[in-house]
């Protein structure tokens, strides 16, 4: 099924209106002054940080779930030396 999309304001869509030249852009999330406010995070935020590089701290989703199974997943795979030399 095709659906007929019609941009109301196409300019406001343009690649030309991006402002490439502040510093803000290029600055990981981390060293903004919108995102430290000493607040805390949840576990997807701090491993979407790892994995970008302090980029985007959304990179995951929202969904505490998925923090969770990073942080068990982790837990497992770093336990599994100790249970073996039983």
Do not use: C, Y
């Amino acid at each position: 099924m095709r659906t007929n999309v019609v941009l109301t304001n196409p300019s406001a869509f343009s690649p030309t209106n991006a402002d490439l030249t502040s510093n803000s852009v290029f600055t990981p999330v981390v060293f903004k002054t919108s995102f430290n406010h000493f607040e805390k995070i949840n576990a997807t935020q701090a491993w979407s940080l790892l994995f970008t590089g302090g980029k985007k701290d959304r990179a995951l989703g929202l969904s505490p779930m998925v923090g969770r199974l990073l942080t068990l997943g982790l837990f497992a795979v770093t336990s599994i030396p100790l249970f073996q030399t039983f």
